[in-house]
């Protein structure tokens, strides 16, 4: 079985630039969930889609950041214009309803 | 909303010695998962063990094991005969079972295994 899908694994940009992050999960797979790493802190929820539905974005800075997840599989996450402190691990996961969920390698982000 | 948090930033033990890693959650509801999730260098978050709140019976896989108390909100996992390759971050996440599925994680603890 095909595991969650990311790229580009790096990226660096310099400020006020923008920057687009690309996300496939498991086949089947419901939710669709991004999350922000900073390092040496605990995953921090940006997005959650259910199907091709936001759950909850709660904490997604929506002056910057934006998100879609067309057709209800593949999923992009947008940033213009970068900042310095948005510097982290951009993290892509993908859940059945109620069951674990699996996780992509990640896009490791540097804001210059 | 629910919060978890691990009071451990750092842990090391020797390789073969047991250590425990402890995790404290806080909700309101009555029907949810708990995980340990192990993040090596190479960042991908891998599945360690999961238990389902209304099981009273504490879950284990291999040398991975878990004390879950219901009533206290805690979720420690323990790791019998550490290996160099459980180096890594862990980190405890609650799911809820019902409404938003939101998966919520603690701040981590840094496990390194010594030779």
């Known amino acids: 079985e095909a595991g969650v899908a990311q790229s580009p694994r790096y990226k660096i940009i310099e400020k006020r630039q923008s920057v687009a992050f690309w996300c496939n999960p498991i086949s089947g797979h419901a939710t669709l969930y991004w999350y922000q790493q900073i390092l040496g802190q605990g995953p921090k929820l940006l997005i959650q889609?259910?199907?091709?539905?936001?759950?909850?974005d709660s904490q997604l800075p929506k002056d910057r950041f934006s998100a879609e997840r067309l057709k209800g599989v593949d999923s992009t996450l947008k940033i213009q214009p970068a900042k310095l402190e948005d510097s982290a691990v951009y993290l892509c996961?993908?859940?059945?309803?109620?069951?674990?969920?699996?996780f992509g390698q990640g896009t490791r982000l540097t804001v210059v | 909303a629910q919060t978890v948090t691990q009071s451990q930033p750092e842990m090391s033990v020797q390789e073969a010695e047991t250590v425990t890693l402890s995790c404290t959650y806080d909700?309101?509801?009555?029907?949810?998962?708990l995980f340990w999730y192990k993040q090596p260098p190479s960042r991908q978050m891998i599945l360690v063990i999961r238990q389902e709140a209304y099981k009273q019976q504490n879950a284990t896989e291999n040398r991975f094991s878990v004390n879950f108390q219901k009533a206290a909100k805690s979720f420690s996992l323990k790791i019998s005969d550490s290996q160099l390759g459980d180096t890594a971050m862990y980190f405890c996440?609650?799911?809820?079972?019902?409404?938003?599925?939101?998966?919520?994680f603690g701040q981590g603890t840094r496990l390194t295994i010594n030779p």
């Open positions: 996961a993908s859940s059945l309803s109620w069951t674990e969920a699996f």
């Open positions: 889609f259910q199907n091709n539905g936001v759950v909850d």
């Open positions: 909700t309101s509801e009555n029907n949810y998962y």
């Open positions: 996440a609650f799911m809820n079972r019902q409404g938003a599925q939101k998966l919520v």
